[in-house]
C-alpha cells in the first residue's frame, strides 16, 4: 500500500512564496509520475502540476503556469511544489498523488489518472 505525505502549507500574504513537500512511502516513482491538485469548497479538484521520473518534461496548468515549479526531491519518491507570487485565489487545500506503475498519461492532470492520495495542507494567501 503506498502512503502519500504532504507538508510546508500555510498562510502567507500575496506575492509570497511557499514550497510544498510530498513523500511517497511505499512506492517507487521510477515508473510512475506525481502530480499537486488543490481544491477549494464547492468546486471541483484542479491538476495544477505533474512530475515524470523518466525523463520526460514537467507540465502545468495554465492558472500556476510561470509561478509555480514542481521538481523531485534527492529521493525518487519526493516531489516538491515550489509556489511564488502567490495571489488570493491560489488559497486552497493541496494535495499531492502518484499513479499506478506503468499508468501516468502523458501531461494528465486529471484525478482519475491518480491512484494514491495524500491527506492534503491548506495553503491560505491573504491580501
Known amino acids: 500500500q503506498v502512503h502519500l505525505m504532504e507538508s510546508g502549507g500555510g498562510s502567507v500574504q500575496a506575492g509570497g512564496s511557499l514550497r510544498l513537500s510530498c513523500v511517497a512511502s511505499?512506492?517507487?516513482?521510477?515508473?510512475?509520475?506525481m502530480a499537486w491538485f488543490r481544491q477549494v469548497p464547492g468546486k471541483e479538484r484542479e491538476g495544477i502540476a505533474g512530475?515524470?521520473?523518466?525523463?520526460?518534461?514537467?507540465y502545468y496548468d495554465d492558472s500556476v503556469q510561470g509561478r509555480f515549479t514542481i521538481s523531485q526531491g534527492n529521493a525518487q519518491n519526493t516531489v516538491y511544489l515550489e509556489m511564488t507570487k502567490l495571489e488570493p485565489e491560489d488559497t486552497a487545500v493541496y494535495f499531492c498523488?502518484?499513479?499506478?506503475?506503468?499508468?501516468?498519461?502523458?501531461?494528465?492532470?486529471?484525478?482519475?489518472?491518480?491512484?494514491?492520495w495524500g491527506q492534503g495542507t491548506q495553503v491560505t494567501v491573504s491580501s
Open positions: 512530475q515524470y521520473f523518466d525523463g520526460r518534461p514537467k
Open positions: 511505499g512506492a517507487s516513482s521510477s515508473t510512475r509520475c
Open positions: 498523488a502518484i499513479t499506478k506503475p506503468f499508468a501516468c498519461t502523458p501531461n494528465s492532470l486529471s484525478p482519475a489518472d491518480f491512484h494514491y
